[in-house]
């Protein structure tokens, strides 16, 4: 066992039997490179990753290698998904040099922790133009032996270029109409309109841009921005990157047809994706929607929910197969032989016709993803449809059903993927506002209960007594790192939502909590925003990301958060805040619209004002219901009733019943209308 065996991340456990004399991230593997003269090999990865896994096995696994690594290097292994500040300074040095990057990412480092050397996946012997791992060892040794002035002064040249990237709020004037427009009509063109989504292979989904879309629509009737949404999730949801079997999204596809997947299933992806399809519901009373949205809250649920109440980060892309063999995608594929062996001749062969599974296999060896082949496109299984063959396809939803059924229960035998039982706050807060929504769109109040859990440990264990997240947990156990600006973003977004959603006002005030310490931490005097707070550990640079990667930017999360928070509570130094913010997206939009896609969605908030919606009435009744169904962008809602109710919302001080009905107020840009009774005329208020 090396130094990593007394960790909880679940990816440095992976690496605490390796002979590679593995150290943790922190200033004792930075002084003992000074002590001994030689360089750091920094490793980053995380559990999910086959690659990861991969190099792992090939080098890290494998003595000879070990022993040169331990002799000439003090090697640092970091889960990307603890400390994301450490993997951005990095992975920005990494793509600046090489133009690309990704995981494992491997990078060498000076004693003082700057970069001299940097790389991805190295294999252990040449191909492909590869140097092997080893090869890479022994240049690194031989430079820092023979050529050390030369190494300091490229190490001493990339911290420049990185410090010297700093951004401030100004960089662009608060998005209008005119930058979301633009932002548009270049996804417009951007996008894949035989397969949906946008780009080509790999394809990733869009989350965040859809909502753009989605938001767009409902603030303009762009009929346009609705569809490329609406096709886009159906061309998913009927894709081998769906689980047809499950429920729930894998990380992405590998072609642009959305055929075979990589594997890995994260809870960020789910979260998110399961909100998109509920809103897309919303939107358009799609049956397909509506069933991807459920099947993925009940996926998150059932296979990712912890004991303590929360989310684990993800399941492993490998599993072991039939042979023993640890391989990708063991655990979700078939071949014909194995739907006979399970469902029998007659039922396997109208299973391989509408699952897409062939003799010839569309993975490897002859195993097929599951997808949804038979039928028009758009059509889901069961929905009404104009044409024959989607009525066929209506008439076949009870021997579907009774397929999937066997399937699932046939593959719940077969040897599951690992789990990353880490809890990550930011993700456990998208968590919370996609299962939230849905529980109450669908009347589920399950969901809304498995939120409200998730909810409660965030408090009691990443919070503490302090308000200051931590970054994630294990085991109900908080972990030694601190949030960072994604992490106060997306939980005090899961803690609005389900503020709306349950009409209990505590979430609104622990969602000030957070975004009061971004206003204090992670706000620069020209107002620009950070990834780390102003106390957290000192790096080569402070990271600053307002572009989406996997999940939304913290710079936009924030902003978000911190709109809907001053839209309930009328703080206008809130409202500044988000204001400034979003200049980042006035500038970067309009040119890359993929990257800053919850930016823009923001932005489409901020346009339509957002509206305020205080239902004094009952939570759960008929306006509440409407309320949250309306599609205005970024609406608030506060419901609750009684003489108490404006204690805990700000909304519905002063904002009786009528008649000793139940009523609504809608208010925006500083105008409220009359209130109402009716719930038609809420939905009419509110664009539903």
């Known amino acids: 066992m090396n130094r990593l065996a007394g960790v909880t991340s679940p990816y440095l456990l992976q690496h605490a039997d390796n002979p590679v004399d593995w150290w943790p991230?922190?200033?004792?593997?930075?002084?003992?490179?000074?002590?001994?003269?030689?360089?750091?090999?920094?490793?980053?990865?995380?559990?999910?990753?086959?690659?990861?896994?991969?190099?792992?096995?090939?080098?890290?696994?494998?003595?000879?290698?070990?022993?040169?690594?331990?002799?000439?290097?003090?090697?640092?292994?970091?889960?990307?998904?603890?400390?994301?500040?450490?993997?951005?300074?990095?992975?920005?040095?990494?793509?600046?040099?090489?133009?690309?990057?990704?995981?494992?990412?491997?990078?060498?480092?000076?004693?003082?922790?700057?970069?001299?050397?940097?790389?991805?996946?190295?294999?252990?012997?040449?191909?492909?133009?590869?140097?092997?791992?080893?090869?890479?060892?022994e240049g690194v040794v031989a430079a820092w032996t023979d050529r050390r002035d030369e190494v300091a002064e490229v190490a001493g040249r990339i911290v420049r270029d990185l410090a010297s990237r700093s951004l401030t709020a100004g960089e662009g004037a608060v998005p209008g109409e005119a930058e979301l427009a633009q932002a548009l009509l270049r996804l417009t063109r951007d996008y894949d309109e035989k397969h949906g989504g946008f780009g080509g292979a790999p394809k990733f989904p869009p989350s965040m841009v859809l909502e753009f879309l989605l938001r767009h629509h409902a603030r303009t009737g762009a009929e346009g921005a609705l569809q490329m949404a609406a096709d886009s999730c159906a061309a998913m949801a009927r894709g081998g990157i769906y689980d047809q079997l499950g429920g729930g999204?894998?990380?992405?596809?590998?072609?642009?047809?959305?055929?075979?997947?990589?594997?890995?299933?994260?809870?960020?992806?789910?979260a998110l994706l399961c909100r998109v399809y509920a809103h897309l519901w919303r939107a358009t009373g799609s049956d397909l929607a509506r069933r991807v949205a459920l099947e993925t809250a009940d996926f998150m649920v059932r296979e990712l929910r912890t004991a303590e109440g929360g989310f684990a980060s993800a399941l492993d892309a490998d599993s072991e197969d039939a042979q023993g063999r640890h391989v990708e995608g063991a655990f979700y594929v078939w071949t014909p032989a194995q739907l006979r062996?399970?469902?029998?001749?007659?039922?396997?062969?109208?299973?391989?016709?509408?699952?897409?599974?062939?003799?010839?296999?569309?993975?490897?060896?002859?195993?097929?993803?599951?997808?949804?082949?038979?039928?028009?496109?758009?059509?889901?299984e069961g929905e009404v449809a104009q044409d024959e063959a989607a009525q066929d396809e209506a008439e076949d939803a009870v021997r579907v059903a009774g397929v999937r059924s066997r399937l699932f229960a046939a593959r719940e035998l077969r040897a599951r993927p690992e789990r990353d039982d880490k809890v990550v706050a930011a993700w456990n807060g998208l968590a919370i506002a996609a299962l939230a929504e849905t529980g109450a769109y669908f009347g589920r109040p399950d969901l809304v209960e498995r939120a409200t859990e998730a909810a409660d440990l965030l408090v009691r264990v990443h919070m503490g007594d302090v308000a200051r997240l931590c970054r994630t947990s294990k085991d109900g156990r908080a972990g030694d790192n601190a949030g960072v600006l994604e992490d106060y973003g997306d939980v005090a977004e899961g803690f609005l939502a389900l503020a709306s959603v349950t009409g209990e006002g505590a979430w609104l005030e622990f969602a000030g909590f957070l975004l009061d310490i971004v206003l204090e931490r992670f706000t620069g005097e020209g107002g620009q925003l950070y990834d780390t707070a102003d106390d957290a550990e000192r790096l080569i640079r402070r990271p600053q990301d307002p572009t989406d990667s996997a999940t939304p930017a913290g710079w936009t999360a924030a902003s978000g958060a911190l709109l809907s928070y001053a839209a309930h509570t009328g703080s206008e130094a809130h409202r500044t805040a988000a204001e400034g913010a979003l200049g980042i997206v006035g500038a970067l939009g309009p040119k890359a619209p993929r990257f800053i896609g919850w930016g823009l969605a923001v932005a489409e908030a901020l346009l339509d004002g957002p509206r305020e919606v205080a239902v004094a009435g009952p939570v759960g009744g008929e306006l509440h219901r409407t309320a949250l169904l309306g599609r205005s962008p970024g609406a608030v809602v506060a419901a609750g009733e009684g003489p108490d109710a404006g204690t805990e919302f700000p909304l519905l001080v002063d904002r009786p019943s009528m008649g000793g009905e139940p009523a609504a107020y809608v208010c925006r840009h500083f105008v409220c209308d009359a209130p109402t009774t009716d719930a038609e005329e809420l939905a009419a208020k509110l664009g539903a």
């Open 25 to 137: 991230w922190g200033p004792e593997a930075f002084e003992e490179a000074k002590r001994r003269d030689v360089p750091v090999l920094l490793s980053v990865g995380y559990s999910a990753c086959h690659w990861c896994h991969v190099m792992a096995h090939e080098s890290f696994e494998d003595a000879t290698v070990a022993g040169y690594l331990n002799a000439h290097f003090v090697p640092v292994k970091v889960d990307r998904e603890e400390r994301p500040d450490v993997d951005a300074v990095y992975m920005e040095a990494v793509q600046a040099a090489t133009g690309q990057g990704g995981w494992p990412m491997t990078v060498f480092l000076t004693a003082d922790a700057e970069p001299f050397y940097f790389g991805t996946y190295f294999p252990p012997e040449p191909r492909h133009g590869m140097p092997s791992f080893q090869q890479v060892l």
């Open 249 to 270: 999204f894998a990380r992405y596809s590998v072609d642009r047809e959305w055929i075979v997947p990589h594997f890995e299933k994260m809870l960020y992806d789910n």
């Open 341 to 380: 062996e399970v469902l029998g001749e007659e039922d396997a062969a109208f299973a391989a016709a509408h699952f897409g599974v062939t003799e010839e296999g569309t993975f490897e060896e002859g195993s097929s993803v599951l997808r949804l082949v038979r039928a028009g496109a758009a059509q889901d």
